[in-house]
């Protein structure tokens, strides 16, 4: 209660002149400028706004720089090359067939179709003649092959031209196949 | 003793002119026998289509003469192009080439003839991909004995 007293008799004071501010706060307020601010910061201000602006021209109206090519180490780039390593090659046998010998009117024929040991594949075959498929197999595994087929049809004494498909697979994924041209000659 | 005589010289000439018969006959007849041409040749299992360049080889190519074994890509397109694609269904187009450039279709990219073992090269690079991934596809190579002078033979 005696503190609050005493503040509000500073407060009358000072409305009534009987109490003067300090000189020195004054003073210093002068040096400050109107507003409290030093001149140096003023002049410091306009010196880094002259830079930003300076900088920010400098790099708008930038010359273009064109590279001197004499001087890049390296070569003009065209693209990628291909580049030789070594990779193992593994290889599937294709048996030639150019001939086969049928008997007019029948389904049964006798061939010598055959997945060769070597392989480490399996060949499932497709004989195509005209477009349609008259013989196809399953799975054929190496070292087995076919001495006998059954054709979906008998055929006409003539010489026909067909093709043998071989679609070769490893582990239910397809490798490059091979197909063969053939004479069919029924007799 | 006359007739005996004259019975032994006609029996001696119908064996002699038997045997003149017999060696006439011989001579007219030949001895045929036709071996077909028999040939193994021996196909990449996987391209890489990254330049790795391949060769094809025959470990049996014994050919009648005038035969030979041609072996073409069946499946390239008509910018010598090969269609892959990823198991999401990305996908890739690879280029063929051999020796003398990009591969057309029905071009030979090798011709075998009578005990040659190797022929050929290949190389594929990928043209365009759809990013980082594992891309498949299947080559189909034809394998064809060519009777050269007979045309070739036309796929029925």
Redesign the interface.
């Known amino acids: 209660m005696t503190l609050i007293k005493r503040l509000s008799k500073e407060e009358a004071d000072f409305s009534t002149g009987k109490l003067k501010p300090n000189e020195e706060d004054y003073a210093s307020a002068e040096r400050k400028g109107a507003k409290g601010i030093k001149k140096s910061d003023i002049f410091f201000c306009i010196f880094f706004s002259c830079c930003v602006v300076a900088l920010a021209l400098a790099l708008i109206f930038k010359p273009p720089v064109s590279p001197k090519l004499d001087e890049s180490d390296g070569e003009k780039w065209q693209g990628k090359q291909a580049i030789e390593h070594q990779t193992e090659v593994k290889h599937i046998e294709i048996p030639g067939i150019d001939r086969m010998y049928f008997k007019a009117g029948e389904t049964t024929q006798k061939v010598n179709i055959y997945n060769p040991e070597s392989n480490d594949c399996t060949i499932s075959y497709k004989l195509i003649m005209k477009g349609k498929v008259i013989w196809k197999s399953e799975k054929c595994y190496p070292g087995y092959g076919f001495y006998e087929i059954k054709l979906t049809h008998g055929l006409e004494v003539g010489t026909y031209n067909a093709h043998l498909l071989h679609v070769c697979e490893r582990d239910g994924q397809q490798l490059n196949s091979a197909n063969m041209n053939v004479e069919i000659i029924v007799e | 003793m006359t007739k005996k005589r004259i019975m032994k010289k006609i029996m001696c000439a119908v064996i002699v002119a038997v045997m003149m018969i017999c060696s006439a006959v011989s001579a007219d007849t030949t001895v045929f026998y036709h071996e077909?041409?028999?040939?193994?040749?021996?196909?990449?299992?996987?391209?890489?289509a990254?330049?790795?360049?391949?060769t094809f080889?025959a470990?049996v190519m014994d050919l009648c003469d005038g035969d030979r074994?041609d072996v073409t890509i069946?499946n390239i397109d008509m910018a010598g192009s090969i269609h892959m694609s990823t198991s999401t269904n990305k996908d890739m187009i690879a280029e063929f080439f051999n020796e003398s450039g990009k591969l057309m279709p029905g071009q030979t990219v090798a011709t075998f003839r009578n005990g040659m073992t190797e022929a050929g090269m290949i190389?594929a690079?990928p043209f365009s991909t759809e990013g980082a991934g594992d891309y498949?596809g299947?080559?189909?190579?034809?394998?064809?004995?060519v009777h050269e002078g007979e045309g070739d033979?036309?796929?029925?």
């Open positions: 077909d041409s028999q040939y193994t040749v021996l196909i990449p299992e996987t391209i890489i990254d330049g790795t360049q391949y080889t470990p074994v069946g190389y690079t498949y299947s080559v189909v190579f034809n394998i064809n004995l033979v036309i796929i029925g």
